[in-house]
């Protein structure tokens, strides 16, 4: 565990400057975009951070990429093609993994739920996943990885509690950083809590007067019930929710750096999120999931207009991914 002001954290600053030229090679530097009207909707100045335009779909083919390269680079006595790794997911680190495998040449075994979204599935298998299906609770994502881990002797990348994983999904700063002239706050959505932790970290260094906020939907609500209590607080049971990406509970290697770093969790209804992902898809013309929407939802909820504007006048929202089923929208 690494130390940072007396605490003890799975990551360091130090780990994500790291990532960066490991990733640069693979990742897109997605763009920063603005809207005028969100502009008005929110009351301050909006960027935009277009993960949804990232390779894979979403922001995981930042983590997946270093962990990937890390099973490479500590593996030096066997190729590329001899490896393999295994990792459980409702899509988009599913796809992320995959993909990551791909260019570098290993083999990527895919634990996904069953009723995981048949657009994702297919991504999987186009970027050469395995997937091997499995129940949808935590346990049964959990198990079945750990089944072929043995069976095979894949290395495990965790989505979101893989420090490797969570420093690559932090480099996403440093881009922020170059694209926005001054960040007040940043607005995370969180689902296991791996991209928010990083960007928790890597703000502290890089820009330590903007405070992050965590954006995640009402009815899969732990880190907020976490932050509440003070103590992490898992899901008691798999959470109804349109927000796919986000049905996972924070863990024990990103509530540390949540706790202590993040400034508040807003939490936002289904019907927030639909309507703030319809506003996005009409009035910027961008494709985004469910998952991103929980931030534009966030930033346009009471909740966070009731901060001080003059010290949140410029906010950045991460638009984590844009895989839609364009069969089963929202509003259809």
């Excluded at 779909?57 to 590329?80: D, E, H, L, M």
């Amino acid at each position: 565990m690494m130390a940072s002001a007396g605490k003890s954290y799975c990551i360091s600053f130090q780990h994500i400057r790291a990532a960066l030229p490991t990733i640069t090679p693979f990742v897109t530097k997605t763009p920063v975009m603005t809207s005028s009207h969100l502009n008005q909707l929110a009351n301050r100045n909006l960027f935009f951070k277009c993960e949804n335009l990232q390779k894979t779909g979403s922001f995981k083919f930042r983590g997946a990429c270093n962990a990937v390269s890390k099973v490479v680079a500590s593996n030096q006595n066997q190729t590329a093609n001899e490896l393999s790794v295994v990792t459980h997911s409702s899509g988009n680190h599913a796809q992320a993994v995959s993909l990551a495998a791909k260019v570098q040449g290993v083999t990527a075994h895919i634990v996904m739920p069953t009723n995981s979204p048949a657009v994702k599935k297919e991504a999987v298998r186009s970027y050469g996943g395995q997937i091997v299906e499995c129940e949808p609770t935590e346990q049964s994502r959990v198990d079945t990885a750990d089944q072929v881990a043995k069976k095979t002797g894949a290395t495990m990348v965790h989505p979101n509690q893989s420090p490797d994983v969570i420093a690559g999904q932090a480099t996403m700063v440093f881009e922020i950083l170059d694209q926005v002239e001054k960040v007040d706050a940043i607005v995370v959505p969180v689902g296991g809590g791996g991209m928010l932790a990083g960007i928790s970290i890597a703000a502290k260094e890089l820009c330590p007067h903007a405070k992050v906020y965590a954006a995640e939907p009402k009815n899969a609500d732990d880190c907020a019930v976490s932050f509440t209590r003070k103590e992490l607080t898992p899901l008691p049971a798999p959470p109804i929710t349109i927000c796919d990406a986000l049905k996972t509970s924070i863990g024990p290697n990103t509530w540390p750096i949540i706790r202590d770093h993040v400034e508040d969790v807003i939490t936002v209804t289904e019907e927030q999120i639909k309507a703030a992902m319809r506003l996005v898809w009409e009035r910027m013309k961008l494709i985004i999931e469910p998952s991103s929407a929980v931030g534009v939802a966030a930033v346009l909820s009471d909740k966070f207009q009731s901060l001080p504007a003059a010290s949140h006048q410029n906010v950045v929202v991460i638009l984590c991914g844009g895989n839609v089923d364009l069969d089963n929208l929202p509003w259809m």
